[in-house]
């Protein structure tokens, strides 16, 4: 296990560093942009502006992770420049990578060996070692807090069934935690607690413990939810509203389908075996139900939510929603092993370097095929990503935005009110008053209707978080100084330039619209041709309507 932890600190570290990038003779450490967003309320309420993404208005819950979110106020309160603050919250999330494979070595040896077969490195070295979980981890995602208190959940349950433990508080208080990190993973918390009181596993000496467990549950997340409604006046997160209404439940379905049968095909080598050896062992051994069960819900969950906004542009082969739960996966298929040795007659078999071997050659082929580095189309770029040899995905979009955004700062003040598409990386670096122009961070727009009408035979078109936009709100109400990207404006037939002109903005030498008249826009605005718009000029990915198919 010594030696697992060191190989995966040398390869987390040496992705972390990839991730890192030069700007203007100085290192940035980023992470993704919806980590941003959360890094930049964690720094603003350090810097004395509350739990306020905008720095101005009324805040808005525009983060989903609570927990994750709090846990990033401490490294934004040291006292180290703007572009370092990512890295320790790049460590803390690799750490949270090492506890969970720690975790699935325990859950393996208590749960899935036996007498003949205790066998736990395949499961380990495909946690540590399974490239969407550690990339959405290091870029500063609570997925790897997700995979740890997802499987410490499961190890206590099956504890308290099947060895008759009174774990009850310990696996309310991870319980808490989950539900705290994201609300989503109430699925986690009510499979494992329906698995504890079906199984037999709330006896009487632990009833006292179970109760005061949901109390401190329901104690807890009350508080938050009252914080929540007085602070920011709402039920549930911005983000709820700005993902799951406004788009019809059938093509958000159809799109989350398509989703998970991709990611089912990129793993069915995986995925195959596990299914049918968990199938013909769940008689003999109840235990392999509830990871089971709880890597299904997680998949039907994906389905329901309509995949993640990133599906398609990233080759990541699990988004995530999905790459938290795969350790699970990698449990049942080393559990599935260790069966299958431990029916062997000869001892001396699985016991010995016969056994060893086994779990070695599981262990080399599976890791192989989850990450595609064998019999895959894209086997040579995964190979050059999972090396490092690449520059992860979204670092080379991340040094882009950076570099925009230094040539914008020398020609908005910092006192501006600036609309941007991305509401992570441009937010944290600069100390601008934002306009989210996507809504993650703007309450009206969160709940308007899908500004792209998507039929069920578009449903490829939906990208969750990015169909809403209000044209007029922004350039009629908002009316920011400036524009650090554009997202949505009419395209059609060179449109930009009259609907923006129209409202009273040019465009500087540099490619950004800035207002006319605001007095926080250097040298003027000087029109510039079409021709010369930049990469942050125009955002807007809405894609051509595909010809309908032969019904």
């Not at 540590?128 to 959940?153: C, D, H, R, S």
């Not at 499961?154 to 009174?166: E, F, G, M």
């Not at 882009?400 to 006192?415: N, S, T, Y």
Request: aromatic share 12%; net charge positive; glycine share 8%.
């Amino acid at each position: 296990m010594a030696v697992l932890l060191l190989l995966l600190g040398v390869w987390g570290g040496w992705l972390i560093y990839r991730t890192s990038f030069v700007v203007g003779g100085q290192r940035y450490f980023c992470l993704f942009d919806d980590a941003m967003i959360s890094m930049t309320y964690a720094r603003n309420l350090v810097e004395g502006h509350g739990l306020n993404w905008a720095r101005w208005g009324e805040p808005v819950e525009g983060f989903t992770h609570p927990l994750w979110m709090f846990l990033m106020v401490p490294f934004n309160a040291l006292p180290l420049p703007l572009v370092d603050r990512s890295l320790p919250v790049q460590i803390l999330s690799l750490l949270t990578l090492a506890g969970t494979v720690i975790a699935v070595r325990r859950l393996v040896l208590d749960h899935f060996s036996n007498e003949r077969a205790r066998h736990w490195m395949p499961a380990a070295v495909l946690t540590a070692f399974y490239y969407p979980l550690a990339y959405w981890t290091i870029m500063g995602m609570e997925t790897g807090l997700q995979a740890l208190l997802t499987v410490a959940a499961v190890h206590l349950a099956l504890s308290a069934v099947h060895n008759h433990r009174d774990r009850h508080l310990l696996l309310w208080l991870v319980c808490t935690a989950a539900f705290l990190l994201r609300m989503d993973m109430l699925l986690l918390v009510v499979a494992v607690q329906l698995y504890v009181l079906l199984g037999g596993g709330l006896r009487r000496e632990g009833r006292r413990s179970w109760l005061v467990g949901l109390a401190v549950f329901c104690g807890v997340n009350a508080a938050y939810e009252i914080f929540r409604w007085l602070y920011f006046h709402d039920l549930l997160p911005n983000t709820y509203y700005l993902k799951l209404t406004g788009v019809p439940l059938t093509v958000r379905f159809l799109r989350g389908l398509a989703v998970l049968t991709d990611f089912v095909r990129e793993h069915l080598p995986v995925l195959l075996p596990v299914g049918f050896g968990v199938g013909f062992l769940l008689r003999r051994n109840r235990r392999f139900a509830l990871p089971a069960a709880v890597f299904v819900l997680y998949c039907v969950y994906n389905v329901y939510v309509g995949g993640d906004a990133w599906d398609g542009d990233l080759s990541i082969r699990a988004n995530r929603f999905l790459a938290f739960v795969m350790p699970l996966v990698f449990v049942l298929l080393n559990g599935v092993l260790n069966e299958i040795l431990g029916s062997w007659r000869r001892v001396e078999t699985t016991e010995g370097w016969v056994g060893r071997l086994a779990a070695s050659a599981v262990t080399t082929v599976a890791l192989l095929l989850v990450n595609g580095l064998w019999l895959a189309i894209m086997a040579d770029e995964n190979w050059r990503e999972f090396s490092g040899i690449d520059r992860p995905p979204i670092v080379d979009r991340n040094e882009k935005v950076v570099e925009d955004l230094l040539r914008f700062q020398q020609l908005v003040e910092p006192q501006a009110v600036v609309a941007s598409a991305w509401a992570g990386v441009p937010a944290y670096f600069t100390d601008y008053r934002m306009i989210d122009i996507l809504g993650y961070n703007d309450r009206v727009i969160a709940r308007m209707p899908a500004v792209v009408e998507i039929s069920e035979d578009e449903f490829e078109l939906l990208k969750p978080g990015h169909v809403k936009w209000s044209e007029r709100r922004l350039l009629t109400e908002q009316r920011p100084d400036a524009f650090f990207q554009i997202w949505g404006v009419r395209r059609e037939m060179g449109k930009v330039a009259d609907v923006m002109r129209g409202h009273g903005y040019r465009r500087l030498g540099g490619g950004f619209w800035m207002r006319v008249g605001s007095p926080y826009v250097h040298g003027g605005a000087a029109d510039v041709p079409e021709p010369h718009l930049a990469a942050t000029d125009v955002l807007d990915l809405r894609r051509k309507r595909r010809p309908r198919r032969p019904s």
